[in-house]
């Protein structure tokens, strides 16, 4: 069965505290791994999409990384504002389905 | 561009009411979604649509019927609602072409409880 799971459920880290999110995935036909962010009651944005293992992708604060069977989610230095909840989703070939994980839940404070 | 909108924002229903969900996108999106999100799970997928006058099944679709009568609008309707249709609802569209494997715009939600 195609799953896609996230940890930690929920992330407590002191500003400037370097951590990793993690989002292992057991799926076949895996086209695309992306990560959005989620702030409290509203949509998830768009962060990066990772095509190939061995790939990476920075966004400020954010790096992405994919190997054959997981992504990890860098935060290096992160400031109160990168708190949201942090989603990881696969898209396959051929078809419309994406699988989401549940989140991880990124408390920073100051 | 204000993106892709959703009203109303919040509803609450009784068991057995019904209600339609409009979802809205001013970028000219071929493909559109609606996706429920509920507490230790992961956003589900209950239709989608790839065009105009087209709809097809996701993950959770029973319970739930859609429309797509307008490119720019995808609706979401619940013919009689059940308590375990209390969700947050979110609509999402991506373009066409190979940016199917691209990002998903997302709407701001709808909170929808149902008692």
């Known amino acids: 069965e195609d799953q896609v799971t996230q940890s930690p459920e929920a992330l407590r880290l002191q500003e400037g505290e370097s951590s990793s999110l993690n989002c292992s995935y057991t799926?076949?036909?895996?086209?695309?791994l992306f990560w959005y962010r989620q702030d409290p009651g509203k949509g998830p944005e768009f962060l990066f999409t990772?095509?190939?293992a061995g790939e990476e992708k920075e966004k400020e604060r954010l790096k992405a990384t994919l190997t054959k069977k997981e992504s990890f989610l860098h935060i290096t230095a992160p400031k109160p504002e990168d708190s949201a909840t942090y989603l990881c989703?696969?898209?396959?070939?051929?078809?419309?389905?994406?699988?989401f994980g549940a989140g991880t839940r990124l408390f920073v404070k100051a | 561009n204000a993106g892709v909108t959703q009203t109303p924002k919040f509803r609450v229903l009784k068991t057995g009411q019904s209600m339609t969900l409009l979802c809205a996108q001013d970028?000219?999106?071929?493909?559109m979604y609606w996706y429920r999100q509920d507490p230790g799970m992961g956003l589900r997928l209950i239709h989608y649509?790839?065009?105009?006058?087209?709809?097809a099944k996701g993950e959770v679709p029973d319970g739930y019927n859609v429309s797509r009568l307008k490119k720019q609008n995808f609706l979401l309707g619940l013919e009689s609602a059940a308590p375990s249709q209390t969700s947050v609802y979110f609509c999402?569209?991506?373009?066409?072409?190979?940016?199917?494997?691209?990002?998903?715009?997302f709407g701001p939600g709808t909170r929808l409880t149902v008692l």
């Open positions: 999402a569209s991506t373009g066409h072409g190979d940016s199917l494997y691209n990002e998903q715009f």
């Open positions: 799926v076949s036909g895996l086209r695309g």
């Open positions: 990772l095509y190939s």
């Open positions: 989703a696969a898209g396959f070939f051929g078809g419309f389905k994406t699988i």
């Open positions: 970028m000219n999106h071929e493909y």
């Open positions: 649509s790839v065009g105009e006058g087209t709809t």
